[in-house]
Protein backbone atom coordinates (compact mmCIF):
# COMPACT_ATOMS: atom_id res chain seq x y z
CA UNK A 1 0.00 0.00 0.00
CA UNK A 2 1.55 3.45 -0.94
CA UNK A 3 0.78 6.53 0.36
CA UNK A 4 -1.21 7.59 -2.13
CA UNK A 5 -4.11 4.82 -1.91
CA UNK A 6 -4.01 5.62 2.10
CA UNK A 7 -4.95 9.14 1.71
CA UNK A 8 -1.60 9.80 3.53
CA UNK A 9 1.40 11.94 2.53
CA UNK A 10 4.77 12.25 3.45
CA UNK A 11 5.58 15.33 5.85
CA UNK A 12 9.00 14.83 6.13
CA UNK A 13 9.93 11.65 7.78
CA UNK A 14 6.08 11.14 8.76
CA UNK A 15 3.25 9.45 7.25
CA UNK A 16 0.46 11.88 8.26
CA UNK A 17 -3.31 12.52 6.84
CA UNK A 18 -3.17 15.73 5.10
CA UNK A 19 -7.05 16.00 6.10
CA UNK A 20 -5.99 15.87 9.64
CA UNK A 21 -3.55 19.14 10.62
CA UNK A 22 -3.86 17.63 14.19
CA UNK A 23 -2.06 14.39 13.76
CA UNK A 24 0.88 16.70 11.29
CA UNK A 25 1.03 18.77 14.67
CA UNK A 26 1.76 15.76 16.79
CA UNK A 27 3.88 13.72 14.58
CA UNK A 28 7.03 14.39 16.03
CA UNK A 29 8.50 16.05 12.56
CA UNK A 30 8.75 19.70 14.55
CA UNK A 31 11.39 21.24 16.61
CA UNK A 32 9.36 23.99 18.67
CA UNK A 33 5.79 23.34 20.81
CA UNK A 34 2.97 24.97 18.92
CA UNK A 35 2.26 28.29 20.61
CA UNK A 36 -1.43 28.64 19.69
CA UNK A 37 -3.94 26.31 19.81
CA UNK A 38 -5.66 24.60 17.10
CA UNK A 39 -8.68 25.74 18.48
CA UNK A 40 -7.76 29.26 18.39
CA UNK A 41 -10.42 31.44 16.51
CA UNK A 42 -7.96 34.68 16.45
CA UNK A 43 -5.47 32.38 14.12
CA UNK A 44 -6.87 30.29 11.53
CA UNK A 45 -4.03 31.23 9.08
CA UNK A 46 -1.43 29.95 11.53
CA UNK A 47 -1.88 26.07 12.93
CA UNK A 48 1.35 25.47 13.98
CA UNK A 49 4.45 27.90 15.24
CA UNK A 50 7.29 25.06 14.25
CA UNK A 51 10.23 25.07 12.70
CA UNK A 52 10.91 22.38 9.71
CA UNK A 53 14.73 21.53 9.41
CA UNK A 54 15.26 20.63 6.01
CA UNK A 55 18.14 18.52 6.67
CA UNK A 56 16.22 15.96 9.29
CA UNK A 57 14.09 15.23 6.35
CA UNK A 58 17.16 13.68 4.19
CA UNK A 59 17.70 13.79 0.66
CA UNK A 60 18.29 17.25 -1.38
CA UNK A 61 14.58 17.94 -1.20
CA UNK A 62 12.80 19.45 1.65
CA UNK A 63 8.59 19.21 1.50
CA UNK A 64 6.25 21.82 3.75
CA UNK A 65 2.78 21.30 3.34
CA UNK A 66 0.20 24.73 3.13
CA UNK A 67 -3.21 23.97 3.96
CA UNK A 68 -6.65 25.18 2.84
CA UNK A 69 -8.46 25.72 5.88
CA UNK A 70 -10.99 27.73 4.28
CA UNK A 71 -12.06 27.10 1.12
CA UNK A 72 -13.68 28.78 -1.76
CA UNK A 73 -13.02 32.06 -3.52
CA UNK A 74 -12.53 33.90 -0.05
CA UNK A 75 -9.85 31.00 0.69
CA UNK A 76 -7.47 31.25 3.55
CA UNK A 77 -4.12 29.01 3.32
CA UNK A 78 -2.49 28.27 6.51
CA UNK A 79 1.15 27.00 7.52
CA UNK A 80 1.83 24.50 10.43
CA UNK A 81 5.86 25.39 9.82
CA UNK A 82 6.20 29.45 10.18
CA UNK A 83 10.39 28.64 10.30
CA UNK A 84 11.62 26.71 7.43
CA UNK A 85 15.69 26.04 7.94
CA UNK A 86 17.67 24.67 5.06
CA UNK A 87 21.15 24.29 4.21
CA UNK A 88 22.71 25.45 0.34
CA UNK A 89 21.29 22.96 -2.66
CA UNK A 90 18.16 21.74 -0.95
CA UNK A 91 15.45 22.03 -3.06
CA UNK A 92 12.39 23.42 -0.52
CA UNK A 93 8.78 22.48 -1.67
CA UNK A 94 5.86 23.94 -0.55
CA UNK A 95 2.57 22.00 -1.60
CA UNK A 96 -1.12 22.47 -0.73
CA UNK A 97 -3.35 20.06 0.77
CA UNK A 98 -6.09 20.52 -2.12
CA UNK A 99 -4.44 19.61 -5.47
CA UNK A 100 -7.85 20.64 -7.33
CA UNK A 101 -9.19 24.29 -7.25
CA UNK A 102 -6.22 26.06 -6.26
CA UNK A 103 -2.93 26.59 -7.25
CA UNK A 104 0.20 28.44 -6.81
CA UNK A 105 1.15 31.74 -8.92
CA UNK A 106 3.26 30.39 -11.40
CA UNK A 107 6.17 33.22 -10.75
CA UNK A 108 5.53 34.20 -7.08
CA UNK A 109 3.79 31.33 -5.94
CA UNK A 110 6.32 31.23 -3.05
CA UNK A 111 7.30 35.19 -3.12
CA UNK A 112 10.72 35.48 -1.38
CA UNK A 113 10.78 38.89 0.14
CA UNK A 114 14.47 41.16 -0.65
CA UNK A 115 16.02 37.76 -1.89
CA UNK A 116 19.66 38.74 -2.86
CA UNK A 117 20.41 35.10 -4.42
CA UNK A 118 20.21 33.15 -1.47
CA UNK A 119 17.35 31.22 -3.06
CA UNK A 120 16.89 30.29 -6.45
CA UNK A 121 14.98 29.00 -9.28
CA UNK A 122 11.54 29.03 -8.16
CA UNK A 123 8.33 27.58 -10.35
CA UNK A 124 6.36 24.96 -9.84
CA UNK A 125 7.46 21.81 -9.26
CA UNK A 126 7.34 19.61 -12.48
CA UNK A 127 4.59 21.10 -13.85
CA UNK A 128 2.43 20.92 -10.59
CA UNK A 129 0.77 24.17 -10.04
CA UNK A 130 -0.36 22.80 -6.37
CA UNK A 131 3.39 22.58 -5.79
CA UNK A 132 6.00 25.94 -5.60
CA UNK A 133 9.47 24.98 -4.96
CA UNK A 134 13.10 27.38 -4.18
CA UNK A 135 16.57 26.00 -4.14
CA UNK A 136 18.51 27.03 -1.38
CA UNK A 137 21.52 28.68 -2.35
CA UNK A 138 25.22 29.39 -1.71
CA UNK A 139 25.26 32.15 0.52
CA UNK A 140 28.69 33.80 3.03
CA UNK A 141 26.79 34.17 5.48
CA UNK A 142 23.09 32.77 7.01
CA UNK A 143 20.03 34.91 5.72
CA UNK A 144 16.40 35.12 7.11
CA UNK A 145 13.80 35.94 4.47
CA UNK A 146 9.67 36.27 5.03
CA UNK A 147 7.78 35.27 2.05
CA UNK A 148 4.34 35.90 0.65
CA UNK A 149 2.18 33.37 -0.02
CA UNK A 150 0.61 33.44 -3.42
CA UNK A 151 -2.44 31.09 -3.84
CA UNK A 152 -5.00 31.17 -6.02
CA UNK A 153 -8.73 30.11 -6.03
CA UNK A 154 -8.83 28.49 -10.19
CA UNK A 155 -12.33 28.80 -10.36
CA UNK A 156 -12.56 32.57 -9.24
CA UNK A 157 -9.30 34.02 -9.62
CA UNK A 158 -8.95 35.35 -5.72
CA UNK A 159 -5.85 34.95 -3.92
CA UNK A 160 -6.20 33.31 -0.82
CA UNK A 161 -5.37 35.23 2.61
CA UNK A 162 -2.36 33.95 4.76
CA UNK A 163 0.14 35.32 7.08
CA UNK A 164 4.17 35.98 6.71
CA UNK A 165 6.12 32.67 7.44
CA UNK A 166 10.00 32.63 7.08
CA UNK A 167 12.64 30.75 5.32
CA UNK A 168 16.23 30.68 6.78
CA UNK A 169 19.60 29.80 4.40
CA UNK A 170 22.08 28.60 7.61
CA UNK A 171 24.78 28.60 4.02
CA UNK A 172 27.41 26.48 5.02
Known amino acids: MNAKSTGLHAVGRCMAP ?11 CMSQPA ?3 LDNPIAPRILGNYTVECEKQGGNECSVPLIITQEGANCTVAYVFSRIETARNVKVVWYLNKAEGYEF ?33 PVASPQTRQYDIVVKHTASGNTCAFTDPTIFNRGG
Open 18 to 28: VATVATVLLAG
Open 35 to 37: SKS
Open 105 to 137: DATKGIDIKNNNGAFDSPGHNGGRKHQFTWKAG
